[in-house]
């Protein structure tokens, strides 16, 4: 659409000026298009990024009480911020040197709606597992620990897990990044194939029949991850 009004008064001006003149305003033009995808591409980004951390935050005060919240309920790792530098540098390299890349609008929009899906669907875990929810994995268990299986946990075991998988690689298709994309999906999705397993042992030893019954019954929520604690 934007494109469409532009060209429309590039048009307009075109019968009364000269060619040299219609060559350098079509370039202007094409750049302010150009950087309208680049501003509405990074605010949404970081808007994501500053969203998820504060949230991340807030419902960990919210659940646990200030006294036992540290910074790292922000959930920003030296790995993970190597990630987002690789993913911002690969945005700029292809948006300078192949910027058509970075139009296609139904990319971006699906990535969009992957972040926002995602989000939904990690905090909606948060707020169902209350207290449950440890950024940490829990090894021993605490009087409070309830067995989980209501809400979104009825449809899946891991949704915290499944919207971070979603969230993640969904800013990468917003940003239409072609190699972070994939690179996101491997290494977050090996990230909690390996966390799964270690996570559910413990839950095995905490609730015993109760969890394997549930996990049983329940898939995992991160696409490919079959494991299961064996059943006695
Ligand atoms: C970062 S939370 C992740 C929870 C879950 N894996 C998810 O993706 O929504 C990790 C903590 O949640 C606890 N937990 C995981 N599933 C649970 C459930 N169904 N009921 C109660 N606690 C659970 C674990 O004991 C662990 O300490």
Known sequence: MVVVCRLGSIWQICSSTSET???????????????YTACRQLSQMFLAIIFFHSSEYIL??????K??????SLLISKNYLLAMIFSLLEYFVEISSFPAMKEYQWVSNLGLA???????IRKMAIITAGRAFTHLIKICKEEHHKLITHGVYGFVRHPGYAGFFIWSVGTQI?????????????VVWRFFANRIPYEEFFLGQFFGSQYEEY???????VPFVKWRPKRA
């Open 60 to 65: 960990a005060v919210a659940s646990h009480g």
């Open 215 to 221: 996990a049983w019954r329940t898939p995992s929520g």
């Open 174 to 186: 917003m940003l239409c990044n072609p190699i972070s994309t994939i690179a996101f999906a491997i």
């Open 114 to 120: 992957l972040v926002v899906s995602g989000e939904l």
């Open 67 to 72: 006294s036992s919240v540290t910074l790292e």
């Open 21 to 35: 003149e219609i060559d350098s305003l079509i370039l202007s033009e094409m750049t302010e298009i150009f950087s």
